[in-house]
């Protein structure tokens, strides 16, 4: 089924204003997606009529709130089709759920001399909680290089994995190269060596239909903000044998089950890992975005933007002067690019000024830079309500740029 790209870009009204005078073209989707009214109006509603502190009310209000929170457990459930709810702990997104997994699994399995591998193409938050846990564990990490096309180089996987490792974290997509890796062949090789796997989904969540059970990883993680819905909510996915095991990454209200002055007793996973107050409304926006995108469906915004990285890479390619960074076989609606000699940040600039939004630098991942010897790039990154339109924009102003520099 195609999709109603007219109906979808009347539902989202910040696409619909102009910057510096001109229609506003967004492509910065990988840093974050825009929002649309059904989830603003949620937010607006949920304050307006529902909003009260979860678990610990017998009023009305907070037994709603309590049950809208829960049920959004429940949906993000059954949207990458974990096995049991018990298994999803919202977080404030993609980085916390790194960092609770970093402390919580580092603290009951990592010892000294122990191995993390990573890949060469991690976002900084899929690699800095890993090296604080080798300096405070004394383990060691290791890493997956990529080649010249962005691929990474998965004939040297099983050089790298040994009795030691003890943890495996990759990207699933990667948001400077676009990347999509092979991760349920990493999770295969990995498994095999007894080597659990944390998929960084931040990046894929919004783009293909995931399904924990089928990759069969350990850990999934993602941020809410990058599929539609509020910042400050995300998600971990764990298994439960894990979850079980790992003790709690912070402690507070709403994650005990006893507490003297002396000693504390802890609930079970999920809420052994949510202490404090949760950000019940985020959750409730996120549920309303998962909504929104299964009425489209995951498969319909999946075949649209392949079409659309396809013509936007044809259309860049023959600008005379500009190299894509990041060509892999497989790869999502993103597309890493400089211009001559001219710098990404200027293009950056120029181009905002002509009312189009790209993101420039390293995109935090400056070990992607460094291999390509680069210090950043300008990053046009798409959505299902970009058009063709929005890309002949970002030629044109490409173009424009070229011009002033010539
Ligand atoms: N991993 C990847 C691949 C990302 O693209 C991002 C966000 N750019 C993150 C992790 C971190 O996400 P957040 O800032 O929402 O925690």
Not at 309 to 325: F, H, N, P, S, V
Request: glycine share 8%; charged share 25%; hydrophobic share 40%.
């Amino acid at each position: 089924m195609p999709i109603d790209i007219n109906k979808i870009r009347s539902e989202f009204p910040i696409l619909n204003q102009k910057i510096h005078g001109k229609d506003y073209v967004y492509l910065d989707n990988g840093a974050t997606t825009q929002k649309p009214i059904q989830v603003i109006d949620a937010v607006s509603d949920f304050y307006k009529n529902t909003n009260s502190n979860i678990h610990r009310g017998v009023h009305h209000l907070s037994d709603l709130s309590t049950k809208a929170y829960e049920a959004v457990r429940s949906k993000v459930q059954n949207f990458i089709n974990a096995e049991q709810e018990q298994e999803i702990i919202f977080t404030k997104g993609t980085t916390d759920s790194i960092n609770l997994v970093a402390f919580s699994f580092g603290e009951r399995y990592i010892n000294t001399g122990d191995e993390i591998i990573i890949s060469a193409m991690e976002h900084h938050s899929n690699l800095v909680p890993w090296q604080m846990l080798c300096e405070r564990k004394g383990a060691n990490l290791r890493v997956l290089p990529f080649n010249k096309n962005g691929e990474l180089e998965m004939d040297k996987l099983p050089g790298l994995l040994n009795d030691k490792t003890k943890l495996l974290a990759v990207t699933h997509v990667s948001n400077s190269l676009g990347t999509i890796n092979p991760v349920k062949e990493i999770i295969e090789q990995a498994h095999k060596a007894n080597v659990p796997v944390l998929i960084d989904g931040a990046q894929s969540i919004q783009h293909s239909i995931i399904d924990v059970q089928d990759l069969d990883c350990d850990f999934y993680v993602f941020s809410g903000h990058k599929i539609y819905a509020e910042t400050g909510i995300g998600v971990l996915y764990g298994k439960e044998k894990y979850l079980k095991e790992m003790p709690p990454y912070q402690g507070g209200g709403d994650m005990v089950d006893h507490v003297t002055l002396e000693k504390t007793t802890y609930l079970d996973a999920p809420f052994k890992f949510e202490a404090g107050t949760a950000n019940y409304v985020g959750a409730v926006s996120l549920g309303v975005a998962i909504d929104y995108i299964n009425d489209i469906g995951l498969k319909n915004i999946a075949e649209y933007e392949a079409e659309l990285l396809q013509y936007a890479t044809a259309e860049l390619e023959k600008i005379e002067g500009l190299t894509i960074y990041g060509k892999a076989k497989h790869k999502t609606a993103t597309i890493s690019f400089l211009l001559d000699k001219i710098h990404h940040y200027d293009t950056g600039m120029i181009l905002d000024k002509l009312g189009i939004a790209v993101r420039t630098g390293s995109h935090c991942t400056q070990p992607i830079m460094d291999f390509l010897d680069i210090t950043g790039t300008v990053r046009a990154s798409f959505a299902f309500y970009n058009t063709k339109n929005d890309v002949d924009r970002l030629v044109a102003g490409i173009l424009k740029v070229k011009e002033m520099f010539a």
